[in-house]
């Protein structure tokens, strides 16, 4: 995959994660793709989606470090602070 085709590709919008195949979508609550969130934020519909932003931020910071995405958890936390309420799930 190229970086534009990377670019392009629709991300989750509660965690950031880009979404490769449809596979990774989210599900509405009648089981249909919801391409606005991945499988792991939104596996039974928007309405069930649980956890908070700061959850949210700890958990991706730590997938995130272990991928090498950032030096440590302390720079991906701050990064992620920044990054993740501009997505449509936190904004309010
Ligand atoms: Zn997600």
Request: charge should be negative.
């Amino acid at each position: 995959m190229t970086r534009e085709e990377y670019m392009k590709l629709p991300i989750c919008q509660s965690c950031g994660m880009p979404m490769q195949s449809p596979e990774q979508y989210g599900k509405h609550a009648d089981g249909s793709a919801n391409p606005e969130y991945c499988i792991y934020c939104c596996p039974e519909g928007e309405e069930k989606m649980q956890g908070t932003l700061e959850e949210m931020i700890e958990t991706c910071a730590r997938i995130e470090t272990k991928m090498g995405l950032h030096p440590d958890e302390a720079t991906a936390k701050e990064k992620l602070a920044a990054y993740l309420p501009t997505l449509r799930r936190w904004k309010k």
